[in-house]
């Protein structure tokens, strides 16, 4: 079955700790995504990746770390430096040369107790 | 970089009724512009995309228009019905041949619409 896998589905962490937020793809996209969701700001683009070994900041790219080792995987940790990390984190992928439609995980929501 | 206006925040329609959602951007050269919608508790999904070639483009009961003059786009939904109920995004952004990527989407703040029955 084809599609994004986003894990964990929840997540809770204590101030000061770093958590890595896992984004997987078996669609054999070149381009990967990551976006923020809060209430009433739609989605803000926090980094994204359109070739192995090669990644871009977005538009709020503070406080967050991603890394692309393989074309499947593109993990997000959200370090500590990261003021207000409690959110939903949507990942995304497009194939290269496409049409522009991105295909979404079915997100990540991590709470700073 | 670009900038997506997007409104209503909130609509409300009666089942049957027409909905309208409208999108401004700032970048002149952006010449994609698709709409996602979201589901409550599910991923956003593209619904409708239009490119600046034309200037209207419908599947179904939607239909987006662009007005490429103005940088305004908006999003059309006829005869609606309780499962259009859902937060819908409009996004816009450059095509590779226009000094950009046609990866990096910027989105509107969304728009909850609701459809009662």
């Known amino acids: 079955d084809g599609g994004i896998t986003q894990s964990p589905k929840y997540l809770f962490r204590k101030e000061g700790q770093n958590v890595t937020l896992s984004c997987e793809q078996n669609l054999n996209h070149d381009a990967m995504y990551w976006y923020r969701q809060d209430p009433g700001q739609g989605l803000r683009l926090i980094y994204y990746s359109q070739i192995v070994n090669d990644f871009q900041k977005g538009d709020i790219a503070e406080g967050y770390s991603v890394s692309r080792e393989k074309k499947e995987s593109f993990p997000l940790t959200v370090t500590s430096a990261q003021k207000n990390p409690t959110a939903f984190y949507l990942c995304?992928?497009?194939?290269?040369?496409?049409?522009?439609?991105?295909?979404f995980g079915e997100g990540s929501r991590l709470t700073v107790l | 970089g670009e900038n997506v206006e997007q409104h209503p925040s909130t609509l409300s329609v009666q089942e049957g009724d027409s909905a309208v959602i409208k999108c401004t951007y700032s970048d002149s050269a952006s010449n994609y512009f698709p709409w996602y919608k979201q589901e409550l508790g599910k991923r956003p999904q593209l619904i409708i995309d239009i490119r600046s070639n034309v200037g209207e483009k419908k599947d179904q009961r939607i239909a987006v228009t662009l007005n490429k003059t103005a940088k305004h786009f908006s999003l059309h939904i006829t005869e609606t019905q309780p499962e259009d109920s859902a937060v819908y995004f409009c996004?816009?952004?450059?095509?590779?041949?226009?000094?950009?990527?046609?990866?990096?989407?910027?989105f509107g703040k969304g728009t909850l619409l609701t459809v009662n029955p």
């Open positions: 996004a816009a952004s450059r095509s590779r041949g226009s000094g950009g990527s046609n990866y990096k989407l910027t």
């Open positions: 995304a992928s497009s194939p290269s040369g496409g049409t522009g439609e991105l295909f």
